[in-house]
């Protein structure tokens, strides 16, 4: 029986040792996180220019689901019409907002209204296509296995194939609009591909290391205004920066030599880089000198995104914390300076015979426990602790789940010794749900 373990970690950004100032809305890539295989952006709220917690998230086997609500997350899965595994996803908010999404064997998928109804259109190659991205000129851009490069300039219903010269992996591809708008391709072996011609021909601007991959890329931003700063970071700690369009590169000494898997520039001189092993890394100088923050301490996992979404005047920060392949689904955005820690485990998709709550273990506990559950059908699912006055003091899940067999992790190391009471809430029919509840004790 395949196995599915997910854990997410959402901290609100000011209980940081650093902050990121300004917006980023409108700039490339946005808010975004990912969690293992599950990737997930933001809707944009076009009214006041501000993000809001919804959504799509895409992933394995072609699944796609949309977000509903604002600062509480609740996945409505929608139907992508592949069954391939789908790798990149790319809104577009210059006009009328459109999505992208790219997949395994060449698979396209665009949606017009939200992400409620996708299409599949034709693709030029049955490599692998890893990621996409909207330029500022019109065009859009995809990326993939073998050297593959993709554009369009039909608001991503054709496709046409643009030589890469290379037949390395393309793992990154972004757009930056300066005065002529420059593409910035970038993979496996060190490989750095850059147009000025919006993408019609490339240049080889690769790095002389071929010992490591890129994997992720960001620009520079500060409020609206885009800066020529472009940063790539990859595998055994690598992080490179350019200051001058992508014309040139030079390494950044990270001081960590595990692999990098996502690097996030709020303005111009503070950024954050996640990888392997829990390794986070901060800077407030461009990148010139990266340290470890405290608050981070203890992570063991894989950290595979780090981003801010700034809303009104709340700041928030979300990173995913993962360490197991398998579908993964998205957290509560919290507004508190609390670190909220949150792992679900599937453990079975079979069919339960009912709905259930199982007695956590260990219990006496000291501090990190175990709560499996048992859902008979797919549905909104929302698992809370409470203390013994019965104020809710943490909440593990609060997400649709398809049925099965499940197991939530919750650490107490915060909490004071005491009585506990966790509770599940199962929706079943709109006004109708199942309660479930237990007792369980912390012992320090």
């Known amino acids: 029986m395949k196995k599915f373990k997910f854990i997410i970690l959402i901290i609100c950004l000011i209980s940081m040792s650093f902050t990121f100032r300004g917006s980023c809305s409108g700039a490339i890539g946005g808010f975004l996180l990912y969690m293992d295989e599950f990737l997930w952006k933001p809707f944009f709220d076009k009214g006041d220019g501000l993000y809001v917690a919804n959504g799509i998230s895409i992933g394995r086997n072609g699944q796609i689901y949309?977000?509903?609500?604002?600062?509480?997350?609740?996945?409505?899965?929608?139907?992508?019409?592949?069954?391939?595994?789908?790798?990149?996803?790319?809104?577009?908010?210059?006009?009328?907002?459109?999505?992208?999404?790219?997949?395994?064997?060449?698979?396209?998928?665009?949606?017009?209204?939200?992400?409620?109804?996708?299409?599949?259109?034709?693709?030029?190659?049955?490599?692998?296509?890893?990621?996409?991205?909207?330029?500022?000129?019109?065009?859009?851009?995809?990326?993939?296995?073998?050297?593959?490069?993709?554009?369009?300039?039909?608001?991503?219903?054709n496709w046409s194939t643009v030589s890469s010269g290379t037949t390395r992996k393309l793992n990154v591809v972004t757009a930056h609009s300066a005065q002529t708008e420059i593409i910035i391709v970038a993979g496996e072996k060190g490989t750095i591909l850059r147009s000025s011609t919006s993408g019609f021909t490339f240049t080889n601007v690769s790095i002389p290391d071929t010992t490591f991959d890129f994997t992720c890329n960001n620009l520079s931003s500060v409020g609206n205004v885009e800066i020529n700063n472009f940063y790539l970071a990859?595998?055994?700690?690598?992080?490179?920066?350019?200051?001058?369009?992508?014309?040139?590169?030079?390494?950044?000494?990270?001081?960590?030599?595990?692999?990098?898997?996502?690097?996030?520039?709020?303005?111009?001189?503070?950024?954050?880089?996640?990888?392997?092993?829990?390794?986070?890394?901060?800077?407030?100088?461009?990148?010139?000198?990266?340290?470890?923050?405290?608050?981070?301490?203890?992570?063991?996992?894989?950290?595979?995104?780090?981003?801010?979404?700034?809303?009104?005047?709340?700041?928030?920060?979300?990173?995913?914390?993962?360490?197991?392949?398998?579908?993964?689904?998205?957290?509560?955005?919290?507004?508190?300076?609390?670190?909220?820690?949150t792992s679900v485990k599937q453990l079975s998709s079979e069919i339960p015979s009912t709905f259930k709550l199982h007695q956590n273990y260990p219990n006496p506990f000291n501090p990190k426990t175990k709560i499996k559950f048992d859902i008979e059908k797919s549905t909104n699912v929302k698992l809370s602790?409470?203390?013994?006055?019965?104020?809710?003091?943490?909440?593990?899940?609060?997400?649709?789940?398809?049925?099965?067999?499940?197991?939530?992790?919750?650490?107490?190391?915060?909490?004071?010794?005491?009585?506990?009471?966790?509770?599940?809430?199962?929706?079943?029919?709109?006004?109708?749900?199942?309660?479930?509840?237990?007792?369980?004790?912390?012992s320090k």
């Open 234 to 341: 990859g595998t055994n700690g690598k992080i490179y920066r350019s200051t001058n369009f992508g014309l040139n590169w030079t390494a950044l000494n990270s001081g960590i030599t595990t692999n990098i898997n996502s690097i996030f520039f709020e303005s111009d001189d503070s950024g954050a880089v996640a990888g392997d092993n829990g390794v986070i890394r901060v800077t407030t100088n461009s990148g010139l000198t990266w340290n470890s923050d405290p608050i981070f301490n203890g992570l063991s996992g894989n950290l595979t995104s780090i981003s801010v979404m700034p809303r009104a005047s709340k700041t928030y920060t979300a990173l995913s914390l993962n360490g197991m392949t398998g579908l993964s689904r998205i957290g509560v955005i919290s507004e508190d300076s609390v670190i909220i820690v």
């Open 66 to 157: 949309r977000t509903t609500g604002n600062d509480t997350i609740n996945l409505l899965p929608k139907n992508s019409g592949t069954t391939q595994d789908l790798n990149a996803i790319a809104i577009s908010y210059h006009s009328e907002p459109f999505y992208l999404v790219v997949g395994n064997n060449g698979t396209i998928l665009r949606s017009v209204n939200e992400g409620n109804n996708w299409m599949t259109r034709t693709s030029p190659t049955t490599n692998n296509l890893n990621d996409v991205c909207f330029g500022f000129n019109g065009y859009q851009y995809i990326v993939g296995d073998a050297g593959t490069l993709l554009r369009s300039n039909s608001l991503g219903q």
């Open 385 to 442: 602790i409470f203390d013994i006055t019965g104020k809710e003091v943490a909440l593990l899940v609060n997400t649709f789940l398809p049925l099965g067999e499940y197991e939530a992790d919750w650490d107490a190391g915060n909490f004071a010794s005491g009585v506990y009471f966790y509770r599940l809430y199962l929706e079943e029919s709109k006004g109708n749900a199942t309660v479930l509840t237990n007792k369980m004790i912390l």
